[in-house]
């Protein structure tokens, strides 16, 4: 049985820091550029891998030398590979700028994670075997359902970051058991405008809803209700890039090794706060060994 099975993308990032977005018909300078492995996907799965989880990859990329790289970086961190299959598309990419003071804007041209539409027969019993599920809405929305009711029927518990924002169907919501959208993402899938207002909403549809406020920590709501807030860790970010992917994934690894939900949210904090101090997205997700050092 694997602990955790990670759905989702796996993009190349190609990312430029520059101290402002362009205006339409400018041309400006940037200061650098660098490719990480990234993808929402990735990401959450090499968080939890660092985390001590056993972690299985479910994913698309192309034939292709980006496509390669993707995978010896979620190999070298021991996520299991196997369900990462090879198709006739060019590997997704996620065009990123890194602004002055941290932020990011990302756009993402999905390629090779848009081309499987359905679950092959390996990958739904790689599933139906895991502890949790986790996905990201960076792969086609009619897979991220099949698989979500698919774990729901085998008793394995799911967990949706519903990123990029898109309207989802309700079964969808149903079969999440937790839901971790970041304040934008919870608005405007509950139609809100206050983001705890929004986080009660959409608890009454999921099961629990973990809402992730970037410095201002992160909120839980249950039953139509908020349960409490997560206090959060004050740092000062150089990338947020891969945050809530670092939040997701140590969760769910800390959650599928025993852990209870306050302990493994503050371990999912602790580690969100390292990783905006560090540049890149995967590349900023902190080991085990250095979360538990601030705890
Ligand atoms: O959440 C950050 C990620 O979003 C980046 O790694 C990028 O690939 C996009 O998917």
């Not at 709501?221 to 860790?233: E, H, K, M, S, Y």
Request: proline residues 5%.
């Amino acid at each position: 049985m694997s602990s955790v099975v990670v759905l989702g993308s796996a993009n190349l990032d190609l990312v430029v820091r520059q101290p402002r977005l362009p205006q339409p018909g400018e041309t400006m300078f940037g200061s650098s550029f660098t490719t990480v492995p990234g993808g929402k996907g990735l990401n959450q799965a090499i968080a939890a891998a660092r985390t001590g989880a056993e972690v299985v990859f479910l994913g698309a990329v192309g034939r292709d030398a980006f496509g390669t790289q993707l995978r010896e970086a979620l190999q070298a961190d021991g996520v299991a590979t196997e369900g990462l299959i090879g198709v006739d598309v060019p590997t997704g990419t996620a065009h990123i700028a890194v602004l002055g003071d941290g932020e990011n804007s990302i756009v993402i041209v999905p390629g090779a994670n848009a081309a499987v539409r359905q679950l092959d027969k390996a990958s739904r019993v790689t599933i139906t075997r895991a502890r949790y599920l986790v996905a990201q809405l960076e792969r086609p929305l009619d897979l991220v359902s099949e698989a979500f009711a698919l774990a729901r029927a085998a008793g394995v518990r799911t967990v949706l970051t519903p990123a990029p924002a898109q309207p989802l169907e309700p079964l969808l919501l149903e079969n999440t058991d937790i839901l971790i959208p970041n304040s934008g993402e919870a608005c405007a899938l509950a139609g809100l405008d206050d983001d705890r207002d929004a986080a009660a909403a959409l608890s009454s549809m999921a099961g629990l809803v973990v809402m992730t406020r970037g410095p201002r920590g992160a909120t839980v709501a249950q039953g139509g209700g908020i349960l409490f807030d997560v206090a959060p860790r004050v740092v000062e970010a150089v990338d947020t890039t891969g945050a809530g992917d670092t939040f997701a994934g140590v969760l769910v690894a800390r959650l599928s090794l025993g852990e209870s939900l306050e302990r493994a949210l503050h371990a999912a904090t602790v580690a969100a706060s390292i990783a905006v101090t560090r540049p890149g997205a995967s590349t900023s997700m902190p080991t085990w060994t250095q979360v538990e050092a601030l705890l």
